[in-house]
């Protein structure tokens, strides 16, 4: 199955409505018998590589197709873990990842401008961290994935039935230009989310949400206003940021994050971590922190920037660089289309869209 069939299948399958009440029961004792066969948690991995230089495996780009009717199965069952997560307030605002009715990366982005501004406008002391964990979706720990689930209460039924699923979870390596062959060479998905399942984003998130629940519990933060709220970090996925109004409060927050990471076995990515210190408005050059661990931070000088979430950022928002990158990869795109086989039209559609 690749991934253009997959997508005609859930055409019929969305389609033939007749049959929705069948699989609504075949559904239901599935879940009630706990277990699937395993051809159903069995995926295709298609090894899409990056550049020309074939022979490195890090060049690589995994896509994994799953079954059809297991990615059914798991859009229904996050819809109603959702809906019980958004009825007991579960997930933190915090988080922008997987939040329904969300604008993306922009809430966090417009959030941290603001606090940018307001800092350098009103000079005041800002310290911050950009955190970043080292292969976050593949070093999940199952047992902790497990664990979350009955944290945050989930049904007991559909908590023993993924924790099965969780067992039989693996995928066949298919590279370009080669036929897949019988599934002899199955590879046991031991640690790290299934890519491709449609509960897997939000199980992520959850699996996230007790360290910001630690970090605003902390009472550290940055505060846009005498008495308002303090603002102790920024989630998007696994792309963390923490705000702290001195060096020392920043310290705190890092020493929660590293504690409730070494907890849970996930293991920070220290060479893409960076921290910036604000004194009056301006950035402070200083040596790096070291943390209660044998790791360190590296600082960011005044001229150096940051990319989070896909936008390179100092203090605030590098708004000169952005308007060159974005530029760039525009006139690139158009010139790739331009340069195709595309007719007219196509090449009309294509650039407006």
């Known amino acids: ?4 069939d997959n997508n005609n299948n859930h055409y019929w399958l969305k389609g033939f409505m007749v049959c929705h009440a069948v699989l609504a029961r075949q559904f239901q004792e599935t879940l009630n018998q706990k277990s699937l066969p395993s051809l159903f948690t069995t995926g295709i991995t298609h090894l899409v590589p990056k550049d020309r230089d074939s022979t490195d495996p890090s060049k690589y780009r995994p896509i994994t197709c799953l079954p059809t009717i297991y990615k059914t199965l798991t859009s229904i069952l996050s819809a109603r873990i959702i809906r019980h997560l958004n009825s007991n307030q579960v997930m933190s605002r915090a988080q922008n990842g997987c939040r329904g009715g969300g604008r993306g990366t922009k809430e966090p982005l417009l959030i941290d401008a603001v606090i940018g501004k307001v800092v350098k406008r009103n000079r005041r002391n800002l310290s911050a961290a950009w955190i970043d964990y080292k292969k976050a979706f593949d070093s999940v720990p199952h047992t902790w994935l497990k664990r979350v689930l009955k944290l945050y209460k989930v049904d007991c039924t559909v908590r023993d039935f993924l ?27 031991r640690r790290g989310i299934f890519q491709g399942d449609c509960l897997s984003p939000t199980w992520f998130c959850l699996s996230l949400n007790p ?6 519990g902390s009472g ?4 846009l206003r005498r008495g308002g709220t303090k603002v102790t970090h920024l989630f998007y996925m696994d792309d963390l940021k923490l705000f702290a109004s001195s060096r020392s409060h920043l310290m705190e927050l890092l020493n929660i994050t590293c504690d409730f990471s070494n907890s849970i076995r996930m293991e920070l990515g220290m060479d893409k971590c960076a921290i910036l210190h604000v004194e009056r408005g301006r950035v402070a050059n200083s040596e790096g922190i070291d943390l209660s661990m044998p ?12 990319r989070y979430l896909g936008i390179s950022q100092n203090i605030g928002v590098d708004e000169s660089g952005m308007k060159r990158s974005v530029c760039d990869v525009f006139y690139a795109r158009l010139t790739k289309v331009l340069n195709s086989l595309l007719s007219g039209v196509n090449k009309t559609n294509a650039y407006n869209g």
């Open 1 to 4: 199955m690749n991934c253009s």
């Open 163 to 189: 924790g099965q699923c969780i067992g039989q979870w693996s995928t066949i390596l298919c590279h370009p230009g080669e036929r897949m062959t019988a599934a002899e060479n199955h590879i046991r998905i």
């Open 211 to 216: 360290l910001s629940t630690l970090l605003e």
């Open 220 to 223: 550290r933060g940055s505060q």
């Open 295 to 306: 790791i360190s931070i590296r600082t960011l000088s005044e001229a150096a920037t940051y």
